[in-house]
């Protein structure tokens, strides 16, 4: 099993930054990759960014948050950060935190609002 919990959403102004930090504790020895998905009201939840855990440390982005968003990891924290600049309001959303491990096993954390004014 791996816990995540997730931290550093809230409100900000369309065109202002937020980083969000996602903490895994437990099997993390097993973890193979880490990212971030979104749900907005209404809607169904989406990808936004991963990272694979790997010497190499692979991401991959949705095209909607490309450029604007990085994804980043502290291996040695076992923390996986979500950088976004120039925040939309079509970005507010519940970001959720995702762990896969070899198992392979999904683990979800509990979600943090973020959400952008206009």
């Known amino acids: 099993q791996v816990q995540l919990v997730e931290s550093g959403g809230g409100l900000v102004a369309a065109g202002d930054s937020l980083r969000l930090s996602c903490a895994a504790s437990g099997r993390t020895f097993s973890m193979s990759s880490m990212g971030w998905f979104r749900q907005a009201p209404g809607k169904e939840r989406e990808f936004v960014a991963t990272?694979?855990?790997?010497?190499?440390?692979?991401?991959r982005y949705a095209d909607s948050v490309k450029g604007r968003f990085t994804i980043s990891r502290d291996s040695a924290k076992n923390t996986v950060y979500l950088q976004m600049n120039n925040l939309r309001p079509e970005d507010t959303a519940v970001y959720y935190c995702k762990a896969t491990d070899s198992g392979p096993g999904n683990y979800w954390g509990q979600g943090t609002q973020v959400t952008v004014s206009s």
């Open positions: 990272i694979s855990w790997s010497a190499v440390g692979t991401s």
